[in-house]
């Protein structure tokens, strides 16, 4: 649910007694990750994004710990098998607290680039701030609909509509959209890779894997059980960003996040907002601060003051 990521950004901009923003020439998020973007780049600060996930996110997603019984998870399958699980209508209120209900793309001070699928057109769509010429379309959009559409994971929060379109979770084919920011910083803000560094932040890693002894024929119960599929959806699409940003960066690509434990998946399901899975959440945060704070590569992202961002379709104050 994100409280991971805020954390970290929370601490590392209290060290640097900043806007964390102001360390970044453009700033990427899908899902959750999005809206944290979005707040980032509004400079809402990341302690009180952090606050906010750790108190609504019990409101939004489950208080309960995930099911263990088989019977229990069939239950808790069933009962969503028709509808989303949760409704929008609590995320969306706290998206307004955080950014306030008419901030626009074309208000926010620095650059930034949230991924999202319009399911109208069919295909993969990149909300971003007017800091190209040719970005004419989104700057108008409001921050609260954007965050919202990224955020639109399928069977977990209905779709959500901007206009006349349909628009789902960019995780679907950008849970880390590390590649996006590298495509972007090269080809629309002219950046040589050679002079790229890109701070990435996860929200702890669920390596999943099937053991060779188990079930091989799942059907959408099957696959489903124990968030099997979207945890293999994203396990797969971070492994393999990580790997390709480090042979295209090298040492200038830092990826800061904790592989979870056995233990720890069993009560860190996607939307799990327990007691529990929010206190081993800022439990694993504090130690990977505590793991990078103080080493180099951090430290030299947090010495870069990013120069003041051009926008295009600003009226002069």
Same mark, same amino acid.
């Given at each position: 649910?994100?409280?991971?990521? *805020?954390?970290?950004?929370?601490?590392?901009?209290?060290?640097?007694?900043?806007?964390?923003?102001?360390?970044?020439? =453009?700033?990427?998020?899908?899902?959750?990750? +999005?809206?944290?973007?979005?707040?980032?780049?509004?400079?809402?600060?990341?302690?009180?994004?952090?606050?906010?996930?750790?108190?609504? +996110?019990?409101?939004?997603?489950?208080?309960?710990?995930?099911?263990?019984? *088989?019977? *229990?998870?069939?239950?808790?399958? *069933?009962?969503?098998?028709?509808?989303?699980?949760?409704?929008?209508?609590?995320?969306?209120?706290?998206?307004?607290?955080?950014?306030?209900? !008419?901030?626009?793309?074309?208000?926010?001070?620095?650059?930034?680039?949230?991924?999202?699928?319009?399911?109208?057109?069919?295909?993969?769509?990149?909300?971003?701030?007017?800091?190209?010429?040719?970005?004419?379309?989104?700057?108008?959009?409001?921050?609260?609909?954007?965050?919202?559409?990224?955020?639109?994971?399928?069977?977990?929060?209905?779709?959500?509509?901007?206009? +006349?379109?349909?628009?789902?979770?960019?995780? =679907?084919?950008?849970?880390?959209?590390?590649?996006?920011?590298?495509?972007?910083?090269?080809?629309?803000?002219?950046?040589?890779?050679?002079?790229?560094?890109?701070?990435?932040? +996860?929200?702890?890693?669920?390596?999943?894997?099937?053991?060779?002894?188990?079930? !091989?024929?799942?059907?959408?119960?099957?696959?489903?059980?124990?968030?099997? =599929?979207?945890?293999?959806?994203?396990?797969?699409?971070?492994?393999?960003?990580?790997?390709?940003?480090?042979?295209?960066?090298?040492?200038?690509?830092?990826?800061?996040?904790?592989?979870?434990?056995?233990?720890?998946?069993?009560?860190?399901?996607?939307?799990?907002?327990?007691?529990?899975?929010?206190?081993?959440?800022?439990?694993?945060?504090?130690?990977?601060?505590?793991?990078?704070?103080?080493?180099?590569?951090?430290?030299?992202?947090?010495?870069?003051?990013?120069?003041?961002?051009?926008?295009?379709?600003?009226?002069?104050?």
């Amino acid at each position: 649910m994100g409280l991971y990521t *805020a954390c970290i950004l929370a601490e590392i901009e209290k060290e640097i007694d900043r806007p964390i923003a102001s360390c970044f020439d =453009l700033i990427a998020g899908t899902s959750v990750g +999005g809206i944290i973007a979005l707040g980032l780049a509004a400079e809402v600060e990341a302690a009180v994004i952090r606050n906010a996930i750790a108190t609504d +996110g019990p409101k939004i997603f489950s208080r309960k710990p995930p099911p263990q019984s *088989a019977l *229990a998870k069939k239950v808790a399958l *069933a009962s969503n098998a028709l509808h989303a699980k949760y409704r929008a209508s609590t995320l969306r209120s706290t998206i307004v607290d955080l950014v306030g209900e !008419t901030t626009t793309l074309g208000d926010l001070q620095h650059r930034v680039m949230v991924p999202a699928v319009n399911l109208t057109k069919g295909s993969p769509q990149v909300f971003k701030t007017d800091h190209h010429p040719n970005f004419q379309r989104d700057w108008k959009v409001s921050v609260v609909d954007v965050a919202l559409a990224t955020s639109a994971a399928p069977t977990f929060f209905p779709l959500h509509k901007i206009g +006349g379109e349909l628009f789902a979770d960019g995780g =679907l084919y950008a849970n880390s959209p590390d590649h996006l920011a590298l495509h972007e910083a090269e080809h629309f803000l002219d950046h040589d890779p050679e002079d790229v560094w890109i701070l990435s932040i +996860g929200t702890t890693t669920s390596r999943f894997s099937f053991s060779n002894s188990g079930e !091989t024929d799942l059907g959408w119960m099957g696959w489903m059980d124990n968030q099997r =599929l979207p945890r293999v959806m994203i396990s797969a699409q971070q492994l393999n960003t990580e790997y390709m940003m480090g042979h295209r960066l090298e040492a200038r690509y830092l990826r800061i996040d904790h592989q979870q434990s056995p233990e720890q998946e069993r009560q860190l399901a996607l939307d799990a907002a327990s007691e529990g899975a929010i206190r081993d959440l800022w439990a694993l945060s504090e130690s990977s601060i505590r793991d990078n704070l103080g080493k180099g590569p951090l430290r030299s992202f947090l010495k870069h003051t990013a120069p003041p961002a051009q926008f295009y379709n600003r009226k002069a104050s």
